[in-house]
Each structure stands twice: as C-alpha cells, then as structure tokens.
C-alpha cells in the first residue's frame, strides 16, 4: 500500500469493577433521634494511577443492635445522603452505609 499514514486517536477503556467507598457522619442527636449523613468515592486505582469510576447509584443504610449484626435496612437503594432514625431511649444501635456504583458493584 502507497497510501501515506494518518493519525488516529488513541483510546483508553478502564473497566470498573471495584465497589466505592462508603461511609456515615453523625450529625446530631436530639433526644432519641439521630440524623446521619452518606457519602461514598468510585475511583478505580491503577498501577498508573486513579481513574473516576462510573459514580454513585444508590445508597444502602442499614442498623442493628450489636457491630456483628443482624442488619436491617432503613433506607435501601436511594439516593438520599441524610436520614433520621427513631431509637428508643436506651437503646444502642450500629449503623453501617453500602454504596452501590452505576455498574452495580
């Protein structure tokens, strides 16, 4: 082929196969109420550095009596950051925050 050479544009796919990072923050408690907030990172890191994942879908916020569980969601899948919950006066409760990613990891 005689034809000259021309350029092309490189391309670069990252899968993201890794779960995001999730935590709580205790806002305030008044009374027996206790407000929390979600947050969460997708970054997929690679020998060549940190890439952004696909981002948050959903939220998970679960609670239970003891850190070993059994978890019952309180407000599951949405994409709310803040939540109240209702304890009653003396209990002792966990809570715990899944994210989910737009990949479902």
Do not use: H, M
Request: proline share 6%; charged share 15%; glycine share 8%.
């Amino acid at each position: 082929n005689a034809s000259p050479p021309f350029i092309t544009n490189q391309t670069t796919n990252i899968l993201d196969d890794g779960a995001p990072t999730s935590g709580l923050v205790l806002e305030s408690v008044d009374a027996n109420v206790v407000r929390l907030s979600c947050s969460a990172v997708d970054t997929e890191t690679l020998a060549s550095g940190e890439f952004p994942g696909t981002g948050i879908q959903t939220y998970t916020v679960s609670v239970a009596p003891t850190d070993q569980g059994p978890w019952t969601g309180i407000q599951t899948d949405t994409r709310e950051t803040s939540l109240a919950y209702t304890a009653e006066f003396g209990e002792t409760v966990y809570f715990k925050v899944e994210a989910t990613d737009r990949v479902g990891n």
